[in-house]
């Protein structure tokens, strides 16, 4: 088939035996692409192959795997504002977490001895697919979409001068199941098949394209990168057993464990 764009695709990284593909996922089937790295899709495109998978005999992968940087967003839904009670930001509050911390779907968020009190923050996360450094249009440059789990130790985020350590444990940032390049417009989290978290991304403060252009004049964002768009109302602990996941309509849903660090 010709070479593509990705289009309307929704692409994922899978494990098979001991051989890691790039693919295009249609419906409970994997099409394998010419893609050897998530990053070969997003520089130059994909061309789709005749051998195809079942999803269910698959193991599904972080879609990205170590971009240069996550950049996430603070405060950026309404409803988490209110709950939190502070104030409208005038311009979007950003951190990072370290690429060390991805784990993909599946994986075990380890609960580290250091903090007594560690959240979930479902999060919508967009994937950058050129470089953008002062850009004037941010949705330009965005390859796809994807789910992405901001896990918060928030006992250690009151106390620390910088969110560094809160955020940035082995672990603290699952991401995927996959990549989809339509726009998602709710993000759903639930907490042992509980509802917990449920908000359209309209209430957000700032959206993908303003993200993106804002964050654009701080630092060069590379293709791969990953931006956290920030978490709605709702957030709480999470213990040693749980499970924790996060939903995004048209990609999918990132499930994970929790477990106690040994």
């Given at each position: 088939?010709?070479?593509?764009?990705?289009?309307?695709?929704?692409?994922?990284?899978f494990?098979?035996g001991?051989?890691?593909?790039?693919?295009s996922?249609?419906?409970d089937?994997v099409?394998?692409t010419?893609?050897?790295?998530?990053?070969?899709?997003?520089?130059?495109?994909?061309k789709?192959?005749?051998k195809?998978?079942?999803l269910?005999?698959?193991?599904?992968?972080?879609?990205?795997?170590r971009?240069?940087?996550i950049?996430c967003?603070?405060?950026?839904?309404?409803?988490?504002?209110?709950?939190?009670?502070a104030?409208?930001p005038?311009?979007p509050?950003?951190?990072?977490?370290?690429?060390?911390a991805?784990?993909?779907?599946?994986?075990?968020i380890?609960?580290p001895?250091?903090?007594?009190r560690?959240?979930?923050?479902?999060?919508?996360?967009?994937?950058?697919?050129?470089r953008?450094?002062?850009?004037s249009?941010?949705?330009?440059?965005?390859?796809?979409?994807?789910?992405?789990?901001?896990?918060?130790?928030?006992?250690?985020?009151?106390?620390?001068?910088?969110?560094?350590?809160?955020?940035?444990?082995?672990?603290?940032?699952?991401?995927g199941?996959?990549?989809?390049?339509?726009?998602?417009?709710?993000?759903?989290?639930?907490?042992?098949?509980m509802?917990?978290?449920?908000q359209l991304?309209?209430?957000?403060?700032f959206?993908d394209?303003?993200?993106?252009k804002?964050i654009?004049?701080?630092?060069?964002?590379?293709?791969?990168?990953?931006i956290?768009?920030?978490?709605?109302?709702?957030?709480?602990?999470?213990?040693?057993g749980?499970v924790?996941?996060?939903?995004?309509?048209?990609?999918?849903?990132?499930?994970?464990?929790?477990?106690?660090?040994?």
């Open positions: 088939m010709a070479r593509s764009r990705c289009g309307e695709m929704k692409l994922g990284r494990a098979s001991k051989k890691v593909i790039v693919g996922v249609i419906g089937r099409l394998e010419s893609a050897t790295t998530m990053m070969e899709a997003i520089l130059d495109g994909i789709v192959k005749d195809s998978h079942r269910a005999e698959l193991r599904v992968l972080a879609p990205v795997e971009p240069t940087k950049i967003v603070g405060l950026n839904y309404r409803s988490h504002i209110r709950e939190m009670g104030k409208m005038v311009d509050l950003i951190f990072t977490k370290p690429s060390s991805i784990i993909g779907p599946g994986d075990d380890l609960l001895a250091a903090s007594s560690v959240d979930y923050e479902g999060e919508s996360a967009l994937i950058m697919g050129k953008a450094r002062n850009v249009d941010g949705s330009r440059f965005i390859f796809g979409y994807t789910c992405l789990n901001d896990v918060t130790a928030r006992d250690l985020q009151k106390i620390d001068p910088d969110w560094t350590r809160a955020k940035g444990f082995d672990t603290f940032a699952p991401v199941p996959f990549i989809s390049m339509r726009c998602p417009t709710k993000v759903t989290t639930r907490l042992n098949g509802v917990v978290q449920d991304l309209s209430d957000r403060v959206g394209a303003e993200l993106v804002y654009s004049t701080v630092m060069t964002l590379e293709p791969g990168d990953i956290a768009t920030g978490t709605p109302s709702g957030i709480s602990p999470m213990k040693h749980d924790i996941e996060v939903e995004l309509d048209g990609v999918g849903c990132l499930r994970n464990q929790v477990v106690k660090r040994q």
